[in-house]
């Protein structure tokens, strides 16, 4: 898709936010840190999950690199709150949605990605292949 600098990264929600993707994602970043003036939105798919995402060491993961781990909900996926894109801001995202104002403004856009794609992307700061990083 050629060179696309990013200005958000969100992994998880309902959409791959289970513990298996958490796992793929947090082995890309395990000791790598988030771009600058790039952000990091974590959300597990559910409580159980967050709790033995936590256990395993993953949630930590995340926040040692600079990302967010917020508690299960929708978040940013819907647009209604945390992480909403404002005017011409892009976002690589493991939602399973992509539609004009999905995540915020109309002008936003937002590509949907693979958990390892949205971590290697968040160390990156631009869509990176996660290839290098497994």
């Known amino acids: 898709i ?3 600098p990013v200005d958000q990264v969100f992994i998880g929600s309902c959409t791959n936010g289970r513990l298996e993707d958490l796992e793929a ?9 988030v771009k600058a003036r ?15 995402a936590e256990r395993r060491g993953y949630i930590r993961d995340f926040v040692v690199a600079g990302g967010v781990v917020c508690n299960p909900n ?10 909403i894109l404002a005017d011409g801001e892009v976002c690589a995202s493991t ?6 104002g999905r995540m915020g403004s109309a002008t936003s856009k ?19 292949d996660p290839r290098k990083y497994l």
């Open 74 to 83: 929708c978040g940013p996926c819907l647009g209604g709150h945390m992480g």
């Open 25 to 33: 994602a947090a082995r890309v970043l395990k000791g790598k840190k």
């Open 95 to 100: 939602s399973n949605r992509n539609f004009i």
């Open 110 to 128: 937002v590509y949907l990605v693979s958990p390892e794609t949205a971590a290697a992307t968040a160390v990156e700061g631009r869509i990176a």
């Open 2 to 4: 050629g060179d696309v």
């Open 38 to 52: 790039t952000r990091l939105i974590v959300i597990p798919a559910s409580q159980r999950v967050y709790l033995e």
